[in-house]
């Protein structure tokens, strides 16, 4: 095997002597990792040694292994451009291996920390700045032209909605709910502003007001992310996309569609983390 899994015993006195400790500050959560392999299949392999320095224990990299007892981590999720490794502490790692190296964190807070806690030992932390140094591939370029068009189709307009509500009670026929079976909420919509707000884990924010109108925000999220959410919808709640003046005159402000409901126990438990 050309990447074998290492040794614990190892890390262990390697971690003792500093061998390969390039810990970061107590307060960073997002980390790098630049690796020289040119294939992909092997930087995520050397990606998976480093996180087993960090005592993150892949099940692609340990499985069948002498230590195989030891995985607490799933190695299967995620893209191409971003794989990702989810964890039994329950977030999730996010490796940008095509383009910047970045190391993200995604789950609930108080687990990030636990997590980015051991990730510090090993891992330097991720300097924004070198996004703004990376040279644009052809494939980044195209990406972002689409990403643009997208935008540039829906200025202006909203998306309207068939009555629904933010929550069912049962996390399965509300706006939320339904997007976080699709594609994952980060957070749950909070009832103490209009409008409601939606956090997708895939970094797209939805706007919901009891009026049936939405508006859709990009944020950090691709293209594939704001299709899928869009898709969602359109399907779930025959969403259409329509100018505001055009909903304005049809629904006008003030009509009631959309109502809060009862969140799920799932969704109470993201309200009040």
């Known amino acids: 095997m050309k990447w074998p899994p290492l040794d614990p015993h190892d890390i262990l006195r390697a971690q003792q002597k500093a061998a390969f400790t390039n810990a970061s500050a107590d307060d960073v959560m997002d980390f790098a990792f630049h690796c020289a392999e040119d ?18 224990f892949v099940d692609l990299l340990y499985w069948g292994s002498v230590h195989h007892q030891l995985i607490n981590a799933c190695g299967f999720k995620g893209s191409d451009a971003v794989p990702a490794v989810s964890t039994k502490l329950g977030p999730s790692i996010n490796f940008h291996i095509s383009t910047s190296g970045r190391i993200h964190l995604d789950g609930r807070m108080e687990q990030r920390e636990i997590l980015a806690s051991m990730l510090r030992g090993a891992f330097p932390p991720f300097d924004p700045a070198h996004l703004s140094k990376m040279p644009a591939t052809p494939q980044m370029q195209v990406e972002g032209q689409k990403h643009q068009e997208w935008m540039s189709q ?45 956090l997708t884990r895939s970094h797209v924010c939805v706007a919901v007001w009891p009026s049936g109108k939405v508006q859709i925000s990009p944020g950090r999220a691709s293209l594939v992310a704001l299709q899928a959410v869009e898709n969602t919808l359109v399907k779930q709640f025959n969403g259409q996309w329509m100018r505001e003046e055009e909903f304005s005159a049809e629904r006008g402000t003030n009509q009631i569609l959309i109502t809060y409901g009862v969140p799920s126990e799932v969704a109470r438990q993201q309200l009040f983390d």
């Open 39 to 56: 294939a992909r299949l092997d930087k995520l392999y050397v990606f998976f040694r480093e996180l087993s320095k960090a005592g993150v």
């Open 154 to 198: 829906r200025h202006g307009k909203v998306l309207a909605i068939d009555a629904t509500c933010i929550f069912d009670g049962f996390g399965v026929n509300g706006v939320w709910d339904i997007l976080n079976i699709a594609v994952g909420a980060r957070g749950a919509a909070s009832n103490n502003a209009i409008p409601w707000i939606i």
